[in-house]
């Protein structure tokens, strides 16, 4: 099922599967029908996650599963893509008079339009959107973030393609903040991931000015120049 007024080349939103409160979920019951109520509507929300620095996310939902949440963000008034993350990791959830107004001035700057995804991803848990990724070589932003009490050093942030998922790790072929692609696949724990961030403009803008990535051959990257 599409959102109405999404453009037709859009997936719009899927319906929730298995909604049922996760045992390990710090979400409370309201927060989830929060969640639920705003599934395929332009109902804003705001996600609240104990992320070091305290960041919210300001989104719309597209679809829900029992670990994972799949969300069409905005940042202030410019869209931002998507992101999936854990339903467990989520603390918070609103939906008040404050995002009623952002709706009404969305609404009117026709910034609604852009709300969608243009191919649907599983959401059936992590292990299953990092597969994906890989088998269709879709370019997604991993993280593993830092909460609060955690080490940030441990965090991670993995922006490319997803070239193989094991047993523990997903290695992602990534690029550095100067455009260059890193010589070397790098791991990221697949019980770490904590959000996966898709058709990010930040993403998609560097995808346009890199050079083409390099192969993998006989195991081993191609040397880069």
Do not use: N
């Not at 992101?83 to 467990?88: A, D, E, G, N």
């Not at 008079?97 to 959401?123: H, K, N, Q, S, Y």
């Amino acid at each position: 099922m599409a959102l109405r007024g999404l453009p037709s080349r859009r997936f719009g939103v899927f319906p929730a599967v298995g909604i049922v409160p996760a045992e390990t979920e710090a979400m409370q019951p309201a927060h989830l029908d929060i969640l639920e109520r705003s599934l395929g509507r332009y109902r804003k929300v705001r996600v609240t996650r104990p992320v070091q620095g305290g960041h919210h996310l300001h989104a719309f939902v597209l679809g829900l599963s029992e670990q994972l949440v799949l969300l069409f963000q905005f940042h202030d008034f410019h869209p931002d893509g998507c992101c999936v993350v854990r339903r467990k990791d989520i603390e918070h959830v609103r939906s008040d008079e404050f995002e009623r107004t952002f709706e009404r001035m969305f609404r009117a700057e026709g910034l609604l339009d852009a709300v969608g995804i243009r191919a649907e991803p599983p959401l059936t848990d992590m292990r299953a959107l990092l597969t994906y990724l890989r088998d269709t070589q879709t370019p997604a932003i991993i993280e593993a973030e830092a909460f609060d009490g955690e080490d940030e050093d441990d965090a991670a942030f993995q922006i490319g393609y997803v070239v193989d998922v094991d047993e523990e790790d997903a290695w992602v072929r990534h690029f550095d903040a100067h455009g260059k692609w890193e010589e070397e696949d790098e791991p990221v724990g697949v019980d770490e991931v904590t959000c996966v961030q898709l058709e990010a403009p930040y993403l998609e803008t560097f995808l346009r000015h890199l050079p083409p990535r390099p192969a993998l051959l006989g195991g081993e990257l191609d040397p880069l120049d």
